[in-house]
C-alpha cells in the first residue's frame, strides 16, 4: 500500500469543508418544515443517542462542537418546548438537558423523513465506499483531536496563548 501524499490530504481536507457547508445548508431547509434547523436537529439527535439527559458540554463533545455553541441551540430548543433543563448533581452551573415529549415527537418525524432520504440514497453509494469513507473520516477525526480534549475551553485556548508566547519571546531573545 502506497503512503497517501500532502495533496491527497489536502483534497480530503477541502472536500470535507465543503461537504460540511453544503450539509449543514441542506440540513436546514431538511429540518424546516419540522420547526428546527441543521443545529438544532445535530441537538436533538445527541439527546437521543446518549439516551440521557446530557449537560451542553457533554452534548458538544458527542457532536464536535463548541459548548457555547451546543448551548446556544439547546436555549433555543429549550424555548421552542422540544428539551427542558433540569438539576445537574454534579455541577450546579452546568444543567442537564433531555428531550420533551413533543421534542421526542419532532426526533421521530425527522428521523423518519431522514431514513427515507438515506434509503433514497443507498442505491447511489457502494457499501464498500461508505465503510473506507468512514474509516478515513475517522481517522482523520483522531488524528485531529487536541491532547486536552477534556480540558474547558478557557484553559486550552490560555495554554495556547502562553505557548506562543513563550516561542516569541525565544525568538526575540535570540535576535
Not at 73 to 90: D, F, I, S, Y
Not at 96 to 114: H, K, N, P, S, V
Request: with cysteine; glycine share 6%; aromatic share 6%.
Amino acid at each position: 500500500m502506497s503512503e497517501s501524499t500532502p495533496e491527497q490530504i489536502t483534497q480530503v481536507v477541502v472536500s470535507i469543508f465543503r461537504t460540511h457547508g453544503r450539509l449543514i445548508e441542506w440540513g436546514d431547509r431538511f429540518a424546516a418544515p419540522f420547526g428546527l434547523t441543521s443545529a438544532r436537529w445535530q441537538m436533538l439527535g445527541a439527546l437521543a443517542f446518549l439516551e440521557q439527559p446530557a449537560s451542553a458540554p457533554a452534548i458538544a463533545r458527542q457532536m464536535g462542537v463548541t459548548r457555547q455553541g451546543a448551548n446556544k441551540q439547546l436555549t433555543l430548543l429549550e424555548k421552542q418546548g422540544l428539551v427542558r433543563k433540569g438539576a445537574n448533581p454534579a455541577h450546579k452551573r452546568s444543567p442537564l438537558f433531555a428531550m420533551t415529549e413533543d421534542g421526542q415527537r419532532t426526533y421521530r418525524a425527522i428521523q423518519a423523513a431522514w431514513q427515507a432520504h438515506a434509503q433514497a440514497l443507498c442505491s447511489d453509494i457502494p457499501a464498500a465506499d461508505l465503510e473506507a469513507t468512514l474509516r478515513t473520516l475517522q481517522t482523520v477525526d483522531t488524528l485531529h483531536q487536541a491532547p486536552e480534549e477534556d480540558a474547558d475551553e478557557a484553559s486550552v485556548a490560555s495554554a495556547t496563548v502562553r505557548r506562543s508566547l513563550s516561542r516569541a519571546c525565544a525568538r526575540h531573545e535570540k535576535v
